[in-house]
Every structure is written in C-alpha cells, then in structure tokens.
C-alpha cells in the first residue's frame, strides 16, 4: 500500500532509498484510525479520508472541559503512490504541537544538550535564559500586550515551514490561539483585565501545488475550531531551497512584526540542511525578534550541519534540547501513534534567536 521510498519532488541529491521512511509508513499503515464512516463528510474525492487529532489542554486554556480534536486529512493517494514529501502527518508534528500547547515540564523528563562538533570548543551558555520558558513568555505577552490593537495588523504572527499537507502542528497552534480569543477565559487564566484580544495570525507554508490545495481543503474542514474575527490562517506558497528568500509574498512590502517560527522535520539532507538554515537567517535577519523552534529527528543526515550553519553566525543564539520529556511524547502520542523503531530519545527541539533579543 505504501512505497519503499518516498523523495521530495524537489530534492537535488540523488540517494538511495532512506530505510527510515520504510519504517515510519509501515507503523503509521498500522497506527493510524480512520473515523468512523458515520463522522466522515462526503467528500468529492472519495479517496479523501479524515483523520481526527485530539489536542491537549494548553498553558493558556487549562480548565477547558471541552475535548478538541482537529479533521485532518493526507494528500490522496495517485495510482497508490506517495507522489510527495509531505504528503501525511508525522510524529514530528504531534511533538512541536505539544511543545506549543504547554511550558517546560523540567521534572517529568531528563534534558540535555545535543552538542555538535562545532559546538565542542564553543559550548552554549548554560546559564542563558531557558529557550522553552522564553517561547511561553512571549507568547503569554504577545496575547496581552496586542489587546489594544485597533488596527486590522495581527499583533501576534506566527509561520510554519514545510506544514506538509496535513499541517498538524500549524493549525493545532491556530486553535489554541483561537481558544484564547475568548476574552473572559483568556482574562481569568492569564490574570489580565482586557476589554479586547489580540489578533492572531499564523500562516502555514509548504513549496509543493498538490499540499498547499490540501492544506487549504484542511483550513476549510477546522475553520470552526481555528478561526474567528480575531485569529486568522492562511496557507502560502514558500520555496526556501532557492538562493534568494523572497517573504514578500508572504507579508508584503510593509514588514509587520513575525513573533514565531516553527516546523518539524525540515532537513533530512545535506541539500536540504544548507536550504533551511538560509531561510532561517534570512527571517532572523529581517525579523530579529522572532523565536524559531525546530523539531528534528537528531540523527538525520544533514541536521549536524544545519545546526553548525547557524552556531558559526555570531548572530544567533541556538540551543538544542534532546531528548524529548517524557512529558510531551505523552502528548505526542495522544495526537499521533509512533511508528517504526523511533523513540523520544530520536527527537529534538532546536531553539533559535538573535542575541540581541536575549
């Protein structure tokens, strides 16, 4: 039912076929539980099937009793062929969502740092502020100081790359944000007195035509759940493996503000390591203030080299956590079945700022 191997349509470097994703498809053919044909919508490709995503409780919106659960659904099939990378959801996702939803967690799990080769002679600051913490302050900020905004600019934005046509981890963040726009639940839990809320925008990107239509048919099944007059998604077209990054497109000539950027499981080559690490410095260089997390599987070819990339530009600050917490694997796996032979300990979660935001 699935290939033996899986490359992305856009990828230069001609390997041979990557055992990894023979494993991971194999568990997710196992894994994975389709609705029940009694929940699923008609749909005009009948090839098209949902899947149902429970969310955890977040920092923000703890006491909800109300069980949420996004309908995602995979690129079809063409001729029983994968054509894409991408092309489904993976555990990678579930674990960035759950990194999202709620602060550190430091006595449910062991943490240490992933030091690459370049980093031996240069270690990071163990006494810098703590990436994970610094992310929910920002975001907990974000939310209270954009109150007040009376224009129609969202005072919080955030961008995925590589959502992948599932886009779990992107539309998970715009419910909980969503979530948060009630106002007398977003008061009482993060003990504000506002008359407004912030408005939210994250925007979901991906290079390839076939996810980005998928990705859309997704915003319209959760529209419910992940939009409303103060959170907004958009699904954009972005090719960060060209030489020149154009984000233009993505937010015009005027720059307003990008607080966060995130995606999961971008580099899986060398080819793919020197795409991202270009992108990333060129929204860093454009939009200092923003907070980049990267969930990676560590030992994948390439990733070594993103990290060293970005650790020689004395710019940025970059910290690498691994492995996962216990604590959001648990989370993870409420979203999403591990397949193949992975465990926690073959994540991480890669932190990147400017230092001259620290």
Not at 112 to 141: G, Y
Not at 151 to 179: H, K, N, T
Not at 283 to 291: D, F, Q, R
């Amino acid at each position: 039912e699935f290939p033996v191997s899986v490359m992305r349509s856009d990828e230069m470097d001609h390997h041979e076929p990557d055992p990894f994703w023979e494993l991971e498809l194999a568990g997710r053919a196992e894994n994975d539980t389709y609705l029940d044909s009694s929940e699923e919508d008609d749909e005009e490709d009948e090839n098209i099937r949902f899947l149902r995503y429970t969310l955890p409780a977040s920092t923000y919106c703890k006491h909800s009793t109300t069980e949420r659960s996004l309908r995602l659904a995979a690129l079809p099939l063409s001729d029983g062929v994968l054509s894409v990378l991408g092309a489904e959801a993976w555990f990678g996702s579930a674990v960035l969502a759950a990194l999202l939803y709620q602060n550190g967690e430091p006595n449910r799990g062991v943490i240490r740092k992933h030091v690459t080769r370049s980093q031996q002679n240069n270690p990071p600051d163990e006494n810098a502020t703590n990436p994970h913490e610094a992310l929910h302050a920002m975001l907990k900020c974000s939310l209270t100081e954009g109150q007040n905004n009376d224009d129609d600019e969202a005072s919080f934005r955030a961008l995925e790359l590589g959502s992948g046509a599932v886009g779990l981890s992107g539309f998970a963040l715009a419910a909980m944000l969503c979530e948060c726009g009630d106002i007398e639940r977003r008061n009482h839990l993060l003990g504000v007195n506002a008359t407004r809320t912030a408005k939210c925008q994250v925007i979901l990107s991906d290079n390839d035509c076939e996810v980005l239509k998928q990705l859309k048919l997704n915003r319209e099944t959760n529209a419910g759940l992940c939009s409303n007059q103060q959170m907004s998604v958009s699904v954009e077209h972005l090719d960060w493996g060209r030489d020149s990054i154009d984000l233009n497109p993505l937010f015009g000539e005027d720059q307003p503000s990008l607080q966060l950027v995130f995606g999961s499981e971008l580099v899986y080559s060398n080819t793919t390591a020197d795409a991202c690490a270009s992108c990333v410095q060129a929204i860093l260089n454009k939009y200092p203030e923003a907070h980049v997390l990267i969930v990676q599987i560590i030992d994948r070819p390439g990733f070594d080299r993103f990290l060293s990339i970005l650790q020689q530009n004395e710019k940025f600050h970059v910290v690498c956590e691994q492995p996962i917490s216990y604590h959001y694997h648990d989370l993870a796996c409420q979203m999403i079945q591990l397949g193949g032979t992975l465990s926690r300990f073959d994540y991480g979660a890669c932190f990147i700022r400017c230092k001259s935001t620290l």
